[in-house]
């Protein structure tokens, strides 16, 4: 009888045991996979609003100005946003396209996200006011700042 209290007693711990093992790990990647979601999500934000505008430059839509500073000024206040938090240590996933390069230099990586935001408020600017010929050429230096990053730290 003691004997069999006892073997439950060390079964039921155990058990609790390694439910805490398990659940902290299971915590983290739901919190990376939040993480991953969000960043992803900003970035999906971004590629709308530069597809619309390089679609307009390409001619395969017509070039309205106040729709192209429309997107612009949408892309300037979206990578105002801080996506650092996006990107917590080590938050590789299978979802995810980021690499492990980004945590080992990440003040570069930041660095580039900086230039973006750089980048499209520039590119806002612009759209207010210039001529079709320099918002393509701000648009391009856009489209740089996102292949720069991409390259390096994306899969
Ligand atoms: C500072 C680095 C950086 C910059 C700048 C950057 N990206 Fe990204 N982008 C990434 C990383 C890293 C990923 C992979 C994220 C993941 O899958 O977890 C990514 C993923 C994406 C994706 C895929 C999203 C998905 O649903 O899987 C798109 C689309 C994208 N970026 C578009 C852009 C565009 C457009 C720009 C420029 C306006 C841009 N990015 C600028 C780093 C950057």
């Known amino acids: 009888m003691k004997h069999n209290k006892r073997t439950f007693k060390n079964m039921l711990s155990l058990t609790l045991m390694s439910g805490l093992i398990l659940t902290a790990p299971m915590a983290w ?47 300037a206040n979206a990578s105002g946003l801080n996506l650092m938090p996006g990107f917590p240590e080590d938050s590789e996933s299978e979802e995810s396209d980021a690499l492990v390069e980004i945590w080992m230099e990440f003040d570069d990586f930041e660095a580039k996200y900086k230039k973006l935001g750089e980048a499209a ?30 390259k390096k730290y994306k899969n």
């Open 121 to 150: 408020r520039g590119l806002s600017e612009v759209a207010a006011s210039g001529d079709k010929a320099s918002l393509g050429e701000a648009l391009q230096v856009t489209g740089k700042a996102c292949k720069a990053c991409h």
């Open 29 to 75: 990647a739901g919190e990376i996979e939040k993480a991953v979601d969000y960043r992803q999500g900003v970035m999906n934000v971004f590629s709308w609003n530069m597809k619309a505008m390089s679609d307009m430059m390409k001619g395969k839509t017509p070039f309205d100005q106040k729709v192209f500073a429309g997107h612009a000024r949408d892309l």
